[in-house]
C-alpha cells in the first residue's frame, strides 16, 4: 500500500511534467491545426541549452527560465519561417506531419552532432527529500509540482481574463471569424507559439532535471506519453491536457511499481490507442473538437 | 576484392530499399495511408526470418532467447518473412480504421512506431531485447563465400522483379485507379461504393508484405537484427525516396531510391574528417534526408517524375500509368 | 413497415439524430415515390442536410429505421447504400483531383471486373472486356454534358460548375435507383443551374428517382413533385409547392427561422 502511494506521489510529479509539455502542444495545435512533432526535439533542445548554462556554472532554476525562453523564441520562428509559409501554400495536413517530423529529425541530428551521443547529467539537483501526506517527493520534484500548477493557473488567467486570452480562444475555434472581427490572428498565433515554445523549453528542463541522465532521444520517447495525455484530454484544449498529464503520469507510476518498470511507456500507449480506437474527441471532447478531429 | 564486396553490399541495400519504397508508396503514394510506422514491417519480416533460421534459442549455447526458433528452408524463411509483415501491417492499419483526419492517424502511427521499439528493447525474453538477434545463418554458407555473395544479388534481384510485377498489378487498372481515387478523397470513394476500411487492410497487408520481404532479406545479408536497426526515423528514409521520386509513381519512387542513396553517399564525402566523432557522417545523412523532403514538400511536392494518369482514346485504351 | 414496396423506393421512418443534446433530426418520417423528385426544403438549421447525411450512411441516426426498395438499409454502411443504387452528391462538390475526368466517370463504378481479387490475380485480359465497356458509357455521358474536351484533364483542374457535373456524371455512371442531391445548384451560373434542371426532369422522365434538398424555392417549384418542409428537426408539412406556399405554418417557419 505505501508502495501505492509513493507511487502516486512519483505520478504527480510525472504528471506535472507531462502536463506542462501536453498543455504547450495542445495550445499549438488548437491556435494554428498543426499536429507538430518537433516539438519533442524542441523539449531536447531545451535540455541541451539548460546543460550548457548548468556547465557555465548558471542554477538549474535559471536555466530554466532561460530554456524556455530560448525554445519560445525558436518556436515563433519556426512556426513563422517554415510552418506558417508551408500551409498558405496550401500543404496538406498529412505533408505538414512528415515536414515536422522532418524538421525534428534534423534538429535532433544537429544537437547530436554538436553535442555527442553519450548521455548527459545536470548532476544532483533534487536537493533534499521531503516527506508530505504519505508522499516522498524530493524538493526538485516538489518544485516542478508547484511551477506547473502555478503556470497552469496562469495560463487559465490569461486565456479567461485578458483580452489576448479571449483573442487566443477566438482564434483557435474559428480563425476566419476571429479575423472578420478585426482580431490579428498573426500576432495572436505568435504569441501563441512563444507561451507554448516556451512551456516546451520549461517541459524539456523539467525533465532534464527530473532524469538520471538524457541523451538526444529525451524527447522523441517523451512524445508518447505526452501525446496520450493531450488525445486523452481532447485535443487542442489545454485544460483536458492539464489532467491527461496526470492522468497518465499516474497510471504509469503505478503501473511500474506493481509491475515490471520496464513497461511504464506501455501504459501511456494503451492508454492513447483505447483513446483513439474509442474515443478519439477525448474524455470530454467538447463538440468543436470532434469537427476538428474527425473529417468532413 | 574490395570493391565488388563494396558493390554486392550496395545492390542488395539496393534492392531491398527498392522493394520497401514500393510497399510504402503503395500504402502513402497510392492510398493515402501515412504509414509512419512502416519500419515496424520491416522489422517484422527481419525477425521472422531469423527466428525461422536460426534454430531453436538454446542453440549456439543459448546466449540469445527468442521465442521459437526454426530451421526452415531459406526460401519458407524469406515467405514467413513477407508473411509476417503483412499481419503485422494489417494491425497497424487496424489504429487508421476510425474516421480520424489522416494527419492524426499519421501521428498515432508514428507513436505505435516509438512503441514497439519500446516494448521489443525492454524484454529480452522476447526478441533477446536491445541485443538483438545475431548469427543468422547466410543460405549459402555452403558456398565459395565470392560466389555466395553473388548468389545473395540474385536472390535479391528475384525478389525485386516478382515484387514490381505484383506491385503493377495494384498500382494500374481499375485497383489502381480505385485506390488513388481514394487517396484523393475517401469519402467521395465511399459513396462511390468503395469499401474503403476493407481497401485499407488489403493495402496495408501488400504494403506490409513488401516491407516484411525487405525485412527478411536484409536480415539473411548482414545475418543479425536489432532495435537499432529500425528506430522510427528510419521509416522517413523510405518517405523521402518517395517524395522526392513522385507520391503515386512506381517508376518515380523507383528513381527516388536512387537519388536518396546517392544523396547520402556523396554528401557525405563533403564532410570534413573529424576522426574524433566516427558517428557525424551518418548523423548527416539523416540531416540531409530531413531537409531534402521539406525542401521537395515546399518546391516540388509532385516529386521528379509526378504520377501520369493514362489516356481514354477512343475504344482502344492504354493502360500505363505511372 | 409502412408503404408498399412496388411505388415506394424510399421510406423514412421517425429519425432522429442527436448530437449531445442537440436534436439535429427529431423524429421525421417521409417516403418517395419511385420515378419522382422529391423536395426537402427548410430554413436554416431545419436539419435537411442532417436529415440527408442519415438516409446517405454518412452518419448514424440515433434512433428510426430507413427502408429501401423493399429492404432495411439502416445499419448499411454509405459504400454499401451506394451498391444498393442509393446513390448522394455533397453539398461542395467533391472529385478526385489527381485523376481526370472520365477516370472520375470510371472509378464509379463499383463491383469491376478490375477491382476483384479475381481481377489483381489474373490481370489484364480478365477486366479488359468490362472496361471497354465503361469507357464508351462514360464517353457517352460526357457528350450529354458537353464536357468530351475535359475527359483527360485532372479533375482539380476544372471550374466548379465541371466538377458539380462529373458529380453527377459519377453518381449516374453507378446506375442508382434513388439519387440524393444536397443543393445542387449551389454556385451554379443561372444558365447552368436551368440545364442541370431540365437533366434531372429528362433522368425521373426515364425511372430514376430523386430526393433534393435545395434552398431556391422556384427551383424546387419546377422540379419536384413532393415536397417535404422540415423545421427545428421535424417535419412540418408535406404537399405540393403551390398549396406550400399557402400554408400559414410554412411562411412563419421561414420567416421566424
Avoid at chain 1, 220 to 230: G, N
Avoid at chain 2, 160 to 178: E, K, M, Q, S, W
Avoid at chain 2, 263 to 275: D, E, R
Wanted: hydrophobic share 50%; aromatic share 8%.
Amino acid at each position: 500500500m505505501q508502495l501505492i502511494i509513493e507511487a502516486i506521489g512519483f505520478g504527480i510529479a510525472t504528471g506535472a511534467v507531462i502536463a506542462l509539455g501536453a498543455v504547450g502542444f495542445s495550445v499549438q495545435f488548437g491556435i494554428s491545426n498543426i499536429l507538430n512533432i518537433t516539438y519533442g526535439s524542441l523539449m531536447t533542445l531545451a535540455a541541451y541549452v539548460g546543460l550548457l548554462l548548468i556547465n557555465h556554472g548558471v542554477n538549474a532554476w535559471l536555466a530554466l527560465v532561460l530554456g524556455a525562453v530560448v525554445v519560445g523564441v525558436v518556436s515563433v520562428v519556426y512556426h513563422r519561417a517554415l510552418l506558417a509559409p508551408l500551409v498558405r501554400r496550401g500543404t496538406r495536413a498529412i505533408a505538414m506531419v512528415i515536414v515536422t517530423v522532418s524538421a525534428g529529425i534534423i534538429l535532433q541530428y544537429v544537437i547530436v552532432s554538436i553535442a555527442g551521443p553519450e548521455s548527459h547529467s545536470y548532476g544532483e539537483q533534487s536537493g533534499s527529500t521531503l516527506h508530505l501526506i504519505g508522499f516522498t517527493l524530493s524538493a526538485g520534484q516538489v518544485a516542478i509540482i508547484v511551477l506547473t500548477a502555478s503556470l497552469m493557473l496562469g495560463l487559465h488567467l490569461l486565456l479567461t481574463r485578458t483580452t489576448l486570452g479571449k483573442a487566443m480562444r477566438a482564434t483557435s475555434s474559428n480563425r476566419t471569424l476571429a479575423r472578420s472581427c478585426g482580431i490579428s490572428t498573426d500576432r495572436v498565433s505568435d504569441i501563441a507559439w512563444l507561451i507554448s515554445g516556451s512551456l516546451c523549453g520549461a517541459a524539456g528542463v523539467a525533465l532534464a532535471i527530473t532524469t538520471v541522465s538524457f541523451d538526444f532521444s529525451l524527447g522523441s520517447l517523451f512524445l508518447i506519453p505526452m501525446i496520450a495525455a493531450a488525445v486523452l484530454g481532447g485535443i487542442g484544449q489545454p485544460y483536458g491536457a492539464m489532467l491527461g498529464g496526470l492522468i497518465v503520469g499516474v497510471s504509469s507510476e503505478v503501473a511500474a511499481a506493481v509491475s515490471n518498470p520496464n513497461y511504464k511507456d506501455v501504459v501511456a500507449f494503451m492508454i492513447l490507442i483505447i483513446m483513439l480506437l474509442v474515443r478519439p474527441r477525448g474524455l470530454f471532447g467538447a463538440a468543436w473538437s470532434t469537427r476538428r478531429l474527425m473529417e468532413g | 576484392m574490395a570493391w565488388e564486396y563494396y558493390l554486392v553490399v550496395m545492390l542488395v541495400y539496393l534492392g531491398t530499399d527498392l522493394l520497401a519504397v514500393w510497399g510504402l508508396n503503395l500504402e502513402f503514394g497510392v492510398s493515402g495511408v501515412a504509414n509512419l510506422a512502416y519500419i515496424v514491417v520491416v522489422a517484422a519480416g527481419a525477425y521472422t526470418f531469423a527466428i525461422c533460421t536460426l534454430g531453436p534459442s538454446s542453440g549456439n549455447g543459448g546466449f540469445q532467447t527468442y521465442i521459437g526458433g526454426f530451421t526452415l528452408p531459406f526460401p519458407l524463411a524469406l515467405l514467413a518473412g513477407a508473411l509476417a509483415g503483412a499481419v503485422v501491417g494489417t494491425l497497424i492499419g487496424v489504429t487508421g480504421l476510425k474516421r480520424l483526419r489522416q494527419d492524426y492517424q499519421a501521428v498515432a502511427m508514428l507513436v505505435v512506431s516509438l512503441m514497439v521499439a519500446t516494448v521489443v528493447s525492454a524484454d529480452t525474453g522476447f526478441l533477446n531485447g536491445s541485443a538483438g538477434l545475431a548469427l543468422i545463418p547466410n543460405p549459402f554458407a555452403d558456398l565459395d563465400p565470392e560466389v555466395a555473395r553473388w548468389a545473395y544479388v540474385a536472390v535479391v534481384a528475384f525478389c525485386c522483379l516478382i515484387g514490381f510485377l505484383v506491385l503493377r498489378r495494384f498500382t494500374t487498372g481499375p485497383i489502381g485507379r480505385t485506390l488513388r481515387a481514394m487517396r484523393d478523397d475517401d469519402t467521395a470513394a465511399s459513396a462511390a461504393g468503395k469499401n474503403v476500411i476493407g481497401l485499407r487492410l488489403v493495402v496495408q497487408a501488400v504494403g506490409g508484405a513488401f516491407g516484411g520481404l525487405s525485412g527478411a532479406l536484409l536480415a539473411g545479408f548482414i545475418g543479425g537484427w536489432s532495435p537499432s536497426a529500425w528506430v522510427y526515423i528510419e521509416t522517413l528514409a523510405f518517405l523521402s525516396c518517395v517524395i522526392v521520386g513522385g507520391m503515386g509513381s512506381d517508376r518515380g519512387v523507383s528513381l527516388g531510391t536512387l537519388i536518396i542513396a546517392v544523396l547520402l553517399l556523396q554528401g557525405v564525402q563533403f564532410l570534413p574528417q573529424i576522426s574524433s566523432s566516427p558517428g557525424l557522417s551518418e548523423d548527416f545523412g539523416w540531416i540531409i534526408l530531413g531537409a531534402s523532403t521539406i525542401i521537395f514538400i515546399w518546391f516540388r511536392p509532385q516529386g521528379v517524375l509526378p504520377e501520369r494518369r493514362p489516356r481514354y482514346l477512343g475504344k482502344s485504351s492504354s493502360h500505363s500509368p505511372g | 413497415m409502412s408503404g408498399d414496396a412496388g411505388t415506394v423506393i424510399l421510406d423514412v421512418d421517425r429519425l432522429e439524430k442527436h448530437y449531445g443534446g442537440v436534436h439535429a433530426v427529431d423524429g421525421v418520417s417521409f417516403t418517395v415515390e419511385r420515378g419522382s423528385i422529391t423536395g426537402l426544403i427548410g430554413p436554416n438549421g431545419a436539419g435537411k442536410s442532417t436529415a440527408l447525411a442519415v438516409i446517405g450512411g454518412y452518419v448514424s441516426p440515433t434512433a428510426g429505421r430507413i427502408h429501401f426498395d423493399g429492404a432495411d438499409i439502416t445499419g448499411y454502411p454509405m459504400h454499401a447504400r451506394a451498391r444498393v443504387g442509393l446513390v448522394r452528391t455533397f453539398q461542395m462538390a467533391r472529385v478526385f483531383g489527381n485523376l481526370t475526368t472520365i477516370e472520375n466517370l470510371l472509378v464509379a463504378v463499383p463491383r469491376q471486373r478490375g477491382e476483384s481479387a479475381a481481377g489483381i490475380l489474373a490481370g489484364k485480359w480478365f477486366w479488359r472486356g468490362e472496361e471497354r465497356q465503361l469507357v464508351e458509357r462514360a464517353r457517352a455521358l460526357l457528350d450529354t454534358f458537353g464536357m468530351s474536351t475535359k475527359a483527360d484533364d485532372p479533375a482539380r483542374t476544372l471550374s466548379g460548375g465541371q466538377k458539380r457535373a462529373v458529380e453527377i456524371m459519377r453518381a449516374l455512371m453507378m446506375k442508382p435507383k434513388l439519387l440524393l442531391l444536397d443543393e445542387p445548384m449551389a454556385g451554379l451560373s443561372p444558365s447552368l443551374s436551368r440545364q442541370l434542371e431540365d437533366m434531372l426532369i429528362r433522368l425521373a422522365g426515364d425511372g430514376l428517382s430523386l430526393l433534393l434538398v435545395e434552398h431556391e424555392l422556384d427551383t424546387v417549384d419546377r422540379l419536384c413533385g413532393k415536397v417535404v418542409v422540415m423545421a427545428q428537426g421535424r417535419v412540418l408539412s408535406e404537399g405540393r409547392m403551390a398549396e406550400l406556399r399557402l400554408s400559414r405554418e410554412v411562411q412563419d417557419a421561414y420567416v421566424i427561422g
